[in-house]
T-cell receptor
Framework: DAGVTQSPTHLIKTRGQHVTLRCSPI?????VSWYQQVLGQGPQFIFQ???????GRGNFPDRFSARQFPNYSSELNVNALLLGDSALYLC??????????????FGSGTRLTVV | QQQVKQSPQSLIVQKGGIPIINCAYE??????FPWYQQFPGKGPALLIA?????SEKKEGRFTISFNKSAKQFSLHIMDSQPGDSATYFC????????????FGSGTQLTVLP
């Protein structure tokens, strides 16, 4: 079985540019969450989506946005990149049962470097 | 109040030793406490998790101890092996539709052969 698939694996962008990161969840998982992991720190929650709706949002600026598609895959978009956006961006997929999220399986992440 | 504080930042033990990693939380709404293991270049992988209605949970060589009154929980790794060398994160979440995870800052464990 395929796990959580994220693309690209590495990315280098210039300050001010825009970036789109992609995630495909485990088959049967309808919820996708995004986390930012700065080097040397624990992951921080950015967004959670299921049934194509935003269900949770962390303390991130409006430059960060996301969406979920009918096939449950997801995109994370970051506009006007700052040096501080350099991080590992993790996607996690989860089952949804009775409206509640169960379990997180993380992908290997996208390493974003902003120069 | 959303923070989870983790210690130590790094830990070195000999093979066969029992490393212990501690976490503390403030938010009494947290009701799910997982531990994750992360190797370089990989995402975090769930090791073991506990809910506050039990004080201890064992899975293989990994044990979580949970002290609800102190709002603390810890991970013990029995008979540690060099392959256990990784970064370990505690986390917590509260019930609700989103159930987002709040992570600790991580502990880099090195097990010497």
């Amino acid at each position: 079985d395929a796990g959580v698939t994220q693309s690209p694996t590495h990315l280098i962008k210039t300050r001010g540019q825009h970036v789109t990161l992609r995630c495909s969840p485990i088959s049967g998982h309808k919820s996708v969450s995004w986390y930012q992991q700065v080097l040397g720190q624990g992951p921080q929650f950015i967004f959670q989506y299921y049934e194509k709706e935003e269900r949770g949002r962390g303390n991130f600026p409006d430059r960060f946005s996301a969406r979920q598609f009918p096939n449950y895959s997801s995109e994370l978009n970051v506009n006007a990149l700052l040096l501080g956006d350099s991080a590992l961006y993790l996607c996690a997929s989860s089952l949804v049962l009775g409206g509640a999220v169960y379990g997180y399986t993380f992908g290997s992440g996208t390493r974003l470097t902003v120069v | 109040q959303q923070q989870v504080k983790q210690s130590p930042q790094s830990l070195i033990v000999q093979k066969g030793g029992i490393p212990i990693i501690n976490c503390a939380y403030e938010n009494t709404a947290f009701d799910y406490f997982p531990w994750y293991q992360q190797f370089p270049g990989k995402g975090p992988a769930l090791l073991i998790a506990i809910r506050p209605d039990v004080s201890e949970k064992k899975e293989g060589r990994f044990t979580i101890s949970f002290n609800k009154s102190a709002k603390q929980f810890s991970l013990h790794i029995m008979d540690s092996q060099p392959g256990d060398s990784a970064t370990y994160f505690c986390a917590a979440s509260a019930s609700g539709s989103a159930r987002q995870l709040t992570f600790g800052s991580g502990t880099q464990l090195t097990v010497l052969p």
